[in-house]
């Protein structure tokens, strides 16, 4: 029996089971037995799932109505199975809830632009007491700007069982259900659409196809692929300047102008993506921060990361393609906004109904060659996850050395070499201003590269940190995916065993392995498509870093041992440095006539950017033996020389 409650205080949800709910917000709460502390319900938005039960008061009806019942004595899992009824299809998709709750959408028209998540937004925490999906803590602190998880820490999780164990009561020749009626496979709406408790549509607007490609299933490409920028974070301020947020510009190539969107909205989107796609790797957020939302440094931050969300998103052929986030890039108009949210929020097409949107080939797939497919891939994600935390670690460690430990032994090089050279100073008689010079100058040049060292960061260690926290996100989402397929494949075994002992229908058995087949070609699709981005990102990621290091170390060679050139980026190619001309320079001509190592960089510029001098120098020296050695190749032929990329 539904009851009335009320919310207490603030909760936040943490991953797709649970929903938040705000202090004072009406509830619809299923059954007054709680599982290990939680309660599950619906808050005044239509969303559904589990909030803490400490955390509400059951309002009572009749006689005893003004006296409040906080809920929180623990039921056991027996009991809280025969409380609901989970074969409907409506109930089974996280976002369509378990009863029709009338009015929520309009009760809520004010919450489109407010500001609830100014006050109390939150760092997201580690899931299941700090472990994340894969049995490892994630990586909250990043690098400078990331603050670590202090609130809620204390929460209890609810019992959420991984196991894909069939009942064992079974009614007629109905392949069992799982008795954990808290599981993904549950609750996904997964095992309603396998056991063919999902009644089909009399029209389906959307459709997404899988196709045959060389390395197996595939999502059908987006017919009308498209890009969307995000730039320009502003902080803008409502009600007279009580309260700020930053807004961020998001241009999409395929409309015809900017749209301005707040972090909500993006989080708006992405809880309607978690209920929606139930087979699909949905890339997380930025995390969300408590204090200091307005530093530069965190809007940088959450700026580039949401730039590698939104490629994300838009690069994904099912993704790009969904309603929401086409009206999330598009609506200018805060009515059309407002109309289009809930009509998102009331979409039929989630959960179990969105496995009927897809349309499979024709070829035949052995269920065991998928099942091995499958559990090969469960392998790999667990290992690259293992190895993205352990790459993260690292990184993050060196960028800490960067802003503070080599700058700081830099500069404390660069002091003890600026006092050597105050100190012989002081007795003019017998010092030499030109030996005081150069250690002063080589003090200086040592602060300045630990200044460098604390700079670099943001040009190569903060990209790829951005990157492996996206992916950090993508593989914790795989473990439940794949939860999904191995409930899938336990069904029709099942099904296989109880129609060769008579006691189901082959037909039946055989329309379960069909649908099963769905559930399979709809995971080999999203396999590939991760693979295929990987492969992109990834060589991205370690091209912009290894590109931005030899230029770190270019740039403190040549600035700071030539103080007389300037190296600079050329504008048409980031990857090529240009020098003026060598010859004729001075310092470069007394450097060069000594150090290895200044020859060895020059030569790998090539002997058209070797200095005149030093040619003559050489040819004087090797011209009888080797008929003239470098003084007889060419001289340079302009005022300036190019540096290789392989360099």
Request: hydrophobic fraction near 35%.
């Amino acid at each position: 029996m539904a009851l009335k409650g009320r919310a207490l205080y603030d909760f936040r949800s943490e991953n797709k089971e649970e929903i938040s709910i705000h202090q004072d917000e009406d509830l619809v709460i299923f059954s007054e037995t709680s599982l290990d502390g939680w309660l599950q319900g619906q808050n005044s938005r239509g969303e559904t799932g589990l909030f803490p039960a400490s955390y509400v008061e059951i309002i009572r009806s009749g006689p005893n109505s003004n006296h409040a019942d906080y809920s929180s004595s623990p039921g056991s899992l027996g009991t809280q199975v025969s409380s609901y009824d989970v074969t409907s299809p409506s109930r089974s998709g996280g976002g369509s809830g378990f009863l029709s709750h009338q009015g929520s959408f309009e009760e809520d028209d004010d919450d489109d632009w407010d500001d609830w998540d100014d006050g109390c937004t939150v760092v997201e925490e580690p899931r299941a007491g700090g472990l994340g999906t894969n049995g490892h803590p994630p990586l909250n602190l990043s690098y400078p700007g990331a603050y670590p998880s202090q609130h809620m820490a204390f929460r209890p999780k609810p019992a959420l069982e991984r196991q894909d164990s069939l009942a064992s009561a079974k009614r007629g020749s109905v392949v069992g259900r799982n008795l954990n009626r808290f599981s993904c496979f549950v609750r996904s709406g997964v095992e309603a659409f396998i056991l063919g408790d999902v009644p089909m549509m009399a029209k389906i607007a959307e459709t997404y196809s899988i196709e045959m490609g060389p390395r197996g299933p595939q999502w059908k490409a987006n017919p009308h692929p498209f890009a969307c920028s995000v730039e320009d974070p502003t902080k803008q301020t409502k009600f007279k300047g009580i309260k700020s947020y930053i807004s961020y510009k998001l241009t999409p190539t395929h409309a015809g102008s900017p749209v301005y969107r707040r972090y909500k909205h993006f989080d708006w989107l992405y809880n309607r993506l978690l209920h929606k796609f139930t087979v699909i790797s949905v890339p997380h957020l930025p995390e969300k921060q408590a204090t200091g939302r307005f530093e530069e440094d965190f809007i940088e931050k959450r700026k580039r990361r949401l730039i590698l969300w939104m490629d994300h998103m838009t690069s994904h052929p099912v993704l790009s393609q969904y309603e929401g986030f086409q009206h999330f890039l598009s609506c200018l108009d805060d009515k059309q906004w407002k109309m289009g949210k809930r009509r998102a929020e009331k979409d039929e097409m989630v959960g179990a109904s969105f496995l009927l949107t897809f349309q499979i080939p024709t070829e035949h797939q052995d269920l065991q060659d998928v099942e091995d497919r499958v559990d090969t891939f469960k392998a790999f994600s667990k290992k690259m996850d293992d190895s993205v935390l352990q790459l993260s670690t690292v990184a993050s460690e060196l960028v800490r050395k960067h802003v503070g430990g080599f700058r700081k032994e830099f500069q404390k090089l660069g002091n003890a070499f600026q006092a050597v050279s105050h100190a012989f100073q002081m007795d003019p008689p017998f010092s030499s201003e030109a030996l005081n010079s150069a250690i002063s100058h080589t003090g200086r040049t040592y602060e300045a590269v630990g200044e460098m060292f604390a700079e670099q960061p943001k040009n190569d260690l903060f990209q790829m940190l951005d990157t492996l926290s996206l992916y950090q996100g993508l593989l914790s989402n795989f473990p439940d995916i794949i939860h999904l397929q191995k409930g899938a494949f336990a069904k029709v075994k099942e099904s296989q065993r109880m129609s060769d002992e008579g006691r189901m229908e082959q037909d039946e058995a055989d329309g379960i392995r069909r649908r099963c087949r769905v559930v399979g070609f709809a995971l080999q699709a999203e396999m590939n498509h991760f693979h295929q981005r990987r492969e992109l990102d990834f060589k991205h990621m370690m091209q912009n870093y290894l590109r931005q290091q030899i230029l770190f170390y270019q740039r403190g060679t040549m600035q700071h041992l030539f103080p007389g050139l300037e190296v600079q980026r050329q504008a048409t190619d980031p990857r090529t440095l240009v020098a003026p001309s060598w010859r004729g320079h001075p310092e470069v001509t007394r450097y060069l006539n000594s150090p290895a190592t200044a020859l060895h960089i020059l030569s790998r510029l090539g002997p058209q950017c070797i200095p005149e001098s030093f040619l003559l120098h050489r040819g004087k020296a090797k011209g009888k033996k080797d008929g003239g050695g470098l003084a007889h190749r060419p001289r340079s032929p302009g005022p300036t020389c190019s540096w290789p990329a392989s360099l």
